[in-house]
Each structure stands twice: as C-alpha cells, then as structure tokens.
C-alpha cells in the first residue's frame, strides 16, 4: 500500500475536481448522469477517507502522515506540501462525509433555477477548496485552498438563492475577501522575517526571531482573516444574509465546514507560530467569543425565520469553539476541536430539516408553522432530536461540544487571568440556558400544537428516502460521538499537546 501512503492526500483533494472535469464536458440535458458522476465521484473520494483512517497510525496521532513535499514555486520557496495528523484527520472526514450527503440529498431536492450539473459542479469544487485547506502545510497552499471556497459559495448564494441573494453573496465575498487580504499580508511577514512558507517548521521555531509588537501585529491580521470565516462577534453579519439566503445544501456546507477553516486556521497557524502574541491576543479572543455567545443566542429569540434563527445559532455555538481555543490549553483546544465536529453534523442537520419544511410548506415563517408532529411526525420527531443536540444534552455529541468549552475557561494557560476567564466561563454558562431557551421556543412554533388553517387540509410530504439516506448517518454520529467521545478527543489529544507545548515554550522564550 506504499503507493496509496504516497497518493492519499493528493486523491483526496483532487479527485472532486477530476469528477467537476467530466460534469463540465456533459450535456446539460443528462441531468441523470450528471447526478451519479458527482455522487460517484464523492463516494470515492470518501473511499479514499476511509483507506486514510484505516492506515493512519493512531500511536502516532500527533505526528503528520502520509505526508507529499515537492519543489512547487521555488522562486518563493512555496511547496507542494501536504500532511494529516489526528487534528486534521476529523476534519477531513467530515468534510468528505457531509459532501456526500449533501449530494444525495440533492437528488431531488434542486434548488431553482433547475441546473443539476452546475449546482453539483460547484459542490465538488467546494470539496476541493475543504479538503486541502485543512492538508496544506504550505502557507501559500493553504491560502490558495481557503480562497477556492470563496467562488463556489459566492455563485451557489448568488444563482440559487432567495430572494436578497445579490446583497448576501456580495456581502459574504467582500467580508471574507477583506479578511483574506489582511491574512495574506500576515503569511508574507512571517516569510520575510522566517524565510519559508512551511507551517511546521514555522510552528517549530514558534516566534522565536519575531520580537513581540511584530508578532502582535501579525497576529492581528491572521485574526481578522480567521475570525470573518469564523463568523466572530463583531465580523459575523455576513453569515445570517448567507444562510437565509442560501439553498439548503448551500447552507449545510457553509455551516457543517466552510466556518471550521476559520477554528481551524487559528489552531493550526496562528497559535503555534506566534505564541506571544497568542498570548496577547487570548483574552480579547476569549471576550469576544463570550459576547458572541449571548448575542447570538438574544438574536435568535428575536427571530421569525427558521432558518435565520439556526444561523444565529452558529454565531453562539462558535463562540464556544472560540472560547476553548482563547485558553491555549490542552483541554480547550481538544473541547473546541470536537466542537467544530459536533456543531458541523448537528447545525448541518438542522439547515437539513429547515430546508425540507421549506420544501413540503412553502415558508420557513414560524408564526406559519406548527403541528409538525401531527402532519409528518418523523420529521418532527428529527426536529426535536437536534434541537436537544443543538442545546447541549448529555449522551449527544452536542454536550461535548459546549460543556468541556467552558470549563476550560476555569484554569486557561499560564500567563493569562485565571479571574477574567472564570468570568467568560460563567457568560458562556449563562449562553448555554440561552440557547436551550431559543431552541425549545423554536420546536414548540414548529413542531407543536395544530397546524394553521392554510396548511390544515394540505397533504404534507414526511421524509423522504432520499432524506432518510442523507439523514440517518448524521443521526448515528451525533449519537455516537454523544456516547463516545473519546472517539474524537483520542485522536487529537496528541496533537494539541504538541501545539500547546509549543505556545508555551514560545511564551516561555
């Protein structure tokens, strides 16, 4: 298997894109096979995945696998260098996971205007776009994957969405655009001053070199380039346009993975190759998280639009990713990776059900909703199991998620206040009854009581076989990453500690 070792990461993320080739050179008119090659092609891309869990080596979780690093652009010493430890592992799969479903949900699910080979040529290039941001250990390669998933969601809000989607895909193109430009000057500066592009041997120096106003500043445009993708409280107004704009898939891929580029660059660039400033920047990152928290979840009291208010959701529920990661310690940055997990298949589930009762309903106004457990009880019943994912019940994947998030903040890094975090942790305390609050209100308008008089005498589709298939796996995980979670906190255990211990002999030094 010496030639699957080599090649691994390389299928992974260029075998959508060879699937996009051939969706190109179809007809228009052979929307069937334009279907079965997208989902073929993501079936066995998600193969591939499957072969990587199978031969990685878990004693070694910490360690990049499967690694590919060849000359590239040797005039800017960048590499083609790709690389998968048990931090990226997660990630990587769920990205490959969440794709397929969303193609199969497609199936007869497509958004207007009615474009099959277009709608899923532009999910492949997203799956491009996912998959080697979260291989990259380039930092040019790195920023050109984070961007690719810039024009495909930019078209899918744009082209298939509602009736506002001009205003949000341009939103979202400009604030993360912005954001990218300041990350791009950050990766530069690290360049000029370390000499290469490479993220680990960036992270094995760990600033050192860099004196600390440097570092600070650098820090600073790698934060505002993360935090949009995030979305981070204040930079986060983009993402509700975009969600309520969105097609439903449009939504589940933007909520289940594109925000998780953000977490994920702050924990596996910023934090390691500028501790210092890490240092600094914490507990800004921490108040700012704690404050996304509550104000999401207020937002999300004030909404009528289904879809809105999950969207809002997300600005709470990555506020305690966020949180986990400002406490630079084992613990916070394990809780805010499964975080990233757990909220990507249960917000991915919710987008899921609000697009299906938009479909059988025609709205998603909750004041126009209600009686989802009389007329399609199923999807009632699907309802209500996400919502008490989404608030955090214990034994759902959801729990593990927000609860070790915040309580980490008890005892952050040395070198930050013990005080000022254990005053972000009782905030996100507080956060969490909020968001149990919003979530029940919703799923009593939805779900509860009888249907209004408009929709009383209407035949109301249940779920689908093509919702069940889509559905069922994202069930399942969320029960079993809520039953077991060390599944997930196993395998980036090792991993976290190494970035940790590098921010603490960066800080140290």
Known sequence: MNWFHDWALTLAIFLPAVGLGILLILPKAEEQLAKVVALGTSLVTLAVGIGILADFNYDKAGDLQFGVNKAWISVIKARYHLGLDGISLPMLILSMFITVLCIIYSWNHFPEPHNPKGFLALILLLEVGMNGTFLAED?????????????????????WGGPNREYASIKFFLFTLFGSALMLLGFLALFFIQGTFQIPALSKMAGSGIVESTQTLI??????????????????TWLPDAHTEAPTVGSVLLAAILLKLGTYGFIRIALPTLPHAAHVWAPWIGGLAVIGII???????????????????????????????????????????????????????????????????????????????????????????CA?????????????????????AYQPAEGLSAGLFRGFMVVAAIGTVLAAGYLLWMYQRVAFGEPKDEFADAHIHDVGIFEWIAWTPILLMIVLLGVYPDTIFSLTNDGVHQITSTIAKGFGG
């Open 139 to 159: 930092l040019i390669l790195f920023f050109i994957f984070f961007e690719i998933v810039l024009l495909p969601m930019f078209f899918m809000i744009g082209v």
């Open 219 to 236: 820090f600073g445009g790698l934060f505002l380039g993360f935090a949009i993708k995030v979305p981070m409280f204040p930079f986060h």
């Open 295 to 385: 104000y999401g979840a207020l937002c999300c009291l004030a909404q009528t639009d289904m879809k809105r208010l999950i969207a809002f959701s997300s600005v709470a529920h990555m506020g305690f990713v966020m949180l986990g990661i400002a406490t630079l310690t084992d613990f916070g940055l394990n809780a805010a990776i499964f975080g990233m997990v757990a909220h990507g298949l249960i917000t991915g589930m919710l987008f899921f059900l609000a697009g299906s009762v938009q479909h059988t309903y025609g709205t998603r106004q909750m004041s126009r909703l209600g009686g989802l457990l009389k007329q399609a009880p199923k999807m009632g019943w699907i309802l209500g199991f």
């Open 388 to 408: 008490m994912a989404s608030l955090g019940l214990p034994g759902l994947a959801g729990f593990w998620g927000e609860f070790p998030a915040v309580l980490s």
